[in-house]
């Protein structure tokens, strides 16, 4: 991670030029450093030619919409996204979480607002001066890093999305313990960030397909617990 400014190095990708400009002058002033792109297409390139904390990216853009941006990202990287949105449906919602999304905030926003989503975000991928690796916890085939944010399976490192893997801390600290779905949306997502629920069940499909289902119970009417069988 740069965080070479106050706050962190935000690429902003947003094909409504006063929208775009306005969120960014929101941003910088927050502490931010922003970079910007009119469509998807862009924001990649503009991607690949900085080190970048997390990026905040429209959904309906021309030549590549942010859901197409996300999935591009994730193929390579687990930079934070945070997508933008006129439509606060819960299929929109899921097609972005789906695609790797960290977070959703719905237009109109306040900007001040979105920069303290940012900041949460960006809470759960500091990793702080590396250590010796003095704390690694095991499970099963798993090995994971809180420190450096590692995951090996059976020797292979898994590459988790912040999200993925402050969702995976969570239920190391609670392993045994059934956490219900609004629990982990309050440790995981921060209080009051989501209601839908959703969220949580995209996000758990993902970590088991990346570090084995059986690793996950559900507990019918419950919610979700790591096991180490």
């Given amino acids: 991670m740069s965080r070479n400014t106050p706050e962190g190095n935000v690429l902003l990708v947003e094909d409504d ?37 997390v990026a905040v990216v429209d959904v309906m853009m021309p030549r590549m919409d942010g859901i197409t941006f996300a999935r591009r990202v994730r193929e390579d990287s687990d ?71 590692v995951v090996t399976r059976g020797g292979e490192e898994v590459a988790l999305s912040a999200t993925e893997f402050r969702l995976l801390e969570v239920l190391l600290d609670h392993r045994g313990r059934v956490l219900s779905r609004p629990q982990l949306l309050e440790l995981v997502w921060d209080i009051g960030a989501w ?17 084995g289902a059986e690793r996950i119970v559900t507990v019918r009417g419950a919610g979700y617990k790591l096991v180490d069988e």
């Fill in 17 to 53: 030029e006063m929208l775009r400009e306005t969120t960014a002058l929101v941003l910088e002033r927050q502490g931010f450093a922003v970079s910007t792109a009119g469509d998807g297409v862009e924001g990649l390139e503009v991607l690949g030619r900085g080190e970048f904390d």
């Fill in 79 to 149: 930079l934070p996204i945070i997508l933008l949105t006129a439509r606060d449906l819960p299929h929109d919602q899921l097609a972005g979480f789906h695609a790797g999304a960290d977070d959703y905030v719905t237009k109109p926003f306040d900007g001040e607002v979105l920069a303290a989503r940012l900041r949460a975000l960006l809470r759960r991928t500091e990793t702080g001066p590396q250590q010796p690796d003095t704390t690694t916890i095991r499970v099963a085939d798993l090995a994971v890093d809180p420190e450096g944010m």
């Fill in 195 to 211: 209601g839908d629920t959703h969220v949580v069940e995209v996000t758990v499909q993902r970590l088991r397909r990346k570090i």
